[in-house]
């Protein structure tokens, strides 16, 4: 499905087969001569037929398209091979643009980006066999583009003109190590990606590539809960018409998550992320941690992992680096 968001600003429908957001909003800006497409779905048929069908109806050629990357994830950057030539600029933050060329696969079918995952899973405290299956079953195994993409790298304050739109762009860690928002400086609306979601919690896991995920995710909401922002588009869900309220429901969300790792860990004299994670009361439709799908276990330990790092670099926790397993506990 295709329609009209803002003069000239199409949002594209990308179903997600197999994803819970069940579907991307990949926006398309009409320019005079180029036009900018952000963000693509998955390497899957489906997303492929929905693109070039809603391209189509729009009268665009793909010739004539730019495409914008807001992070590396997959739902994202999937179809970029499909939908780009050679000549076709594909803008991406530069940490960004590299994942996604770490998460193609090389010559032993498995992938950098995945490799350093499997590492950090051990790390902190995934049972082998649950690792082996996550790894198997991520989405960025299945759906990434298959070959390595030339990107042009985009910076802070970076402004790409498209017909009448003039947008900045704004660099917003966390979700991703490398996510960025494009803010349409004259009618001051953000196309804010995944950073912010109305309804939705983005989730904020570790990557070898961050230090600090959440104190970076918590940093970009400061950000652009200071800047003056109309309205944001995002890449799944309604339209956030009040960013700040919004801003301040997942500072809120993320308050009380942290309390309750404390809480966690205040029980015990140490845990691994891991542990930590099996007692968080996540927003599922399952009754025990052990009943639960061993993606969400993958993307629950790697939420929890990024609440643990924070607390430690804010001098609430410390990590206890033994030999395999990284364990926290209370300061
Ligand atoms: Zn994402």
Not at 259 to 269: P, Q, R
């Amino acid at each position: 499905m295709v329609r009209e968001v803002q003069p000239n600003i199409y949002i594209i429908e990308v179903p997600l087969p197999g994803n819970p957001l069940t579907c991307l909003n990949s926006y398309l800006i009409k320019g005079k001569k180029r036009n900018l497409l952000i963000d693509t779905g998955l390497n899957h048929e489906e997303c492929k037929k929905a693109m070039l069908e809603g391209l189509a109806s729009l009268n665009v050629k793909l010739e004539e398209t730019e495409i914008f990357v807001t992070h590396m994830h997959v739902d994202h950057s999937g179809l970029i091979p499909v939908l780009a030539n050679d000549l076709t600029k594909v803008y991406c933050s530069n940490l960004d643009a590299h994942l996604i060329n770490c998460c193609v696969p090389n010559c032993t079918g498995t992938s950098e980006f995945l490799n350093e995952m499997q590492k950090l899973l051990l790390m902190h405290g995934f049972p082998l066999g649950e690792v082996y299956q996550a790894i198997y079953e991520h989405p960025a195994r299945e759906h990434n583009m298959g070959k390595v993409q030339l990107f042009h790298i985009v910076r802070e304050n970076d402004l790409l003109q498209v017909g009448d739109y003039k947008f900045k762009c704004v660099g917003t860690p966390g979700h991703s190590p490398g996510h960025m928002c494009l803010y349409e400086i004259n009618e001051k609306f953000l196309i804010c990606g995944d950073h912010i979601l109305d309804e939705i919690i983005p989730t904020v896991k570790i990557t070898k590539w961050s230090a600090n995920p959440l104190g970076n995710y918590l940093d970009s909401l400061d950000k652009i809960a200071e800047m003056d922002i109309s309205f944001a588009l995002p890449a799944h869900g309604k339209t956030i018409n009040n960013v700040k309220a919004r801003v301040n429901e997942l500072r809120q969300h993320h308050e009380i998550r942290l309390n309750e790792v404390l809480g966690i860990l205040g029980d015990k004299s140490r845990m691994n992320a891991y542990q930590v994670a099996s007692k968080i009361t996540w927003d599922v439709e399952y009754a025990s941690w052990e009943q639960l799908p061993v993606l969400l276990k993958y993307f629950a330990g790697c939420v929890a992992a990024s609440y643990l790092i924070y607390l430690c670099n804010q001098n609430m926790a410390r990590k206890i680096d033994s030999e395999e397993v990284i364990y926290f506990e209370l300061i």
